[in-house]
């Protein structure tokens, strides 16, 4: 069965970083777009980052974290990573791994980041 599995999450201070990891199985990782959204208290959903299928070539960001945030990938693995320094604490939300193929999603379970001194 499909499974991801968020890990790396935790309580940061603000001006910290975090590494989220995201191990997939029970479908072909490569031939899928992989993504990261979050979810803060109170609000809804939202794209943080996504890298494109296969090489990864191509990702794009939500505005609020271009140039703190990096989305990667690792095929070999079957891992997607999101690499997230500069911390605020806007950015504290349950965060939520994503694999978009062409006629279906998944998501993980999400993982807690608290951005807090």
């Known amino acids: 069965q499909v499974q991801l599995v968020e890990s790396g999450g935790g309580l940061v201070q603000p001006g910290g970083s975090l590494r989220l990891s995201c191990a997939a199985s029970?479908?072909?990782?490569?031939?899928?777009?992989m993504g990261w959204y979050r979810q803060a208290a109170g609000k809804g959903r939202e794209l943080v980052a996504r890298?494109?299928?296969?090489?990864?070539?191509?990702?794009n960001y939500a505005d609020s974290v271009k140039g703190r945030f990096t989305i990667s990938r690792d095929n070999r693995k079957n891992t997607v990573y999101l690499q997230m320094n500069s911390l605020k604490p806007e950015d504290t939300a349950v965060y939520y791994c994503?694999?978009?193929?062409?006629?279906?999603?998944?998501w993980g379970l999400g993982t807690q980041v608290t951005v807090s001194s």
């Open positions: 890298i494109s299928r296969s090489t990864g070539s191509f990702t």
């Open positions: 994503s694999a978009h193929g062409v006629r279906e999603d998944y």
């Open positions: 029970g479908f072909t990782f490569s031939s899928y777009a």
